[in-house]
């Protein structure tokens, strides 16, 4: 069985600073996909990011960017210029798409962005 | 375009009760998965339904079924509720083409079971 852990339950970050948010997972598989979702207080639960893990190119969407080690089963989120609503649950994720398409969660990491 | 709606948004029950929880998924999309979230933890995923079949289950006893529709709604049903079945239930649709799908989620219903 897949499993996803985030080993940093807390983080914060000043406003427009960057923070890294960090993530190791545990597979045998060789195609499967990483997600990061962030949960706001309102809770529902949004994609930030996602990666394919055939693909070496490390994913990027906008202030958010990923660094993809495969040999290491790592998938960090860098979050550049932090703003305010960026407070949130952060949750790492993982899909083995040779086991159907069901998500594996990390614990999460609570980030305060503090101005 | 609606996303994924969830129906009741909160909800609470007393042990050995039942429950019935809604779901409707993203327009276009066709899949609907269902996690469950203790307080401070991340989801758990339960099952998942495309075709009105039960796709693939997680870890989760008899007491949790579902179904679907034909217009791809979906119900999460759980009997003889424990104190610990108390939870955010969050609802996920996605378009299955078998590459990976990303999954949208809904606003979730908070239960409690007293």
């Known amino acids: 069985a897949q499993t996803v852990t985030q080993s940093q339950p807390e983080m914060s970050v000043q406003e427009a600073e960057t923070v890294t948010l960090s993530c190791t997972y545990d597979?045998?598989?060789?195609?499967?996909?990483l997600f990061w979702y962030k949960q706001p207080p309102s809770r529902q639960m949004i994609l930030v990011i996602r990666q394919e893990a055939y693909k070496q190119q490390n994913a990027t969407e906008n202030r958010f960017s990923v660094n993809f080690q495969k040999a290491a089963k790592s998938f960090s989120l860098k979050i550049s210029d932090s703003q305010l609503g960026d407070t949130a649950m952060y949750f790492c994720a993982f899909m083995d798409n040779n086991a159907g398409n069901m998500l594996t969660f990390g614990g999460g990491t609570r980030l305060m962005v503090k101005p | 375009d609606a996303g994924v709606t969830q129906s009741p948004t909160h909800l609470i029950k007393t042990r050995g009760q039942q429950v019935t929880l809604r779901c409707s998924p993203k327009?276009?999309?066709?899949?609907v998965s269902w996690y469950q979230q203790a307080l401070g933890q991340g989801p758990q995923f339960i099952f998942q339904y495309y075709e009105e079949e039960e796709r693939q289950r997680g870890n989760f006893p008899d007491r949790f079924s579902g179904h679907q529709f034909p217009n791809y709604s979906s119900e999460l049903n759980v009997n003889a509720l424990l104190l610990g079945d108390s939870a955010l239930y969050l609802c996920?649709?996605?378009?299955?083409?078998?590459?990976?799908?990303?999954?949208?989620f809904g606003p979730g219903t908070r239960l409690l079971v007293l």
């Open positions: 597979t045998s598989e060789n195609n499967y996909y």
């Open positions: 996920a649709s996605s378009l299955l083409t078998g590459a990976g799908e990303t999954q949208y």
């Open positions: 327009s276009g999309h066709d899949t």
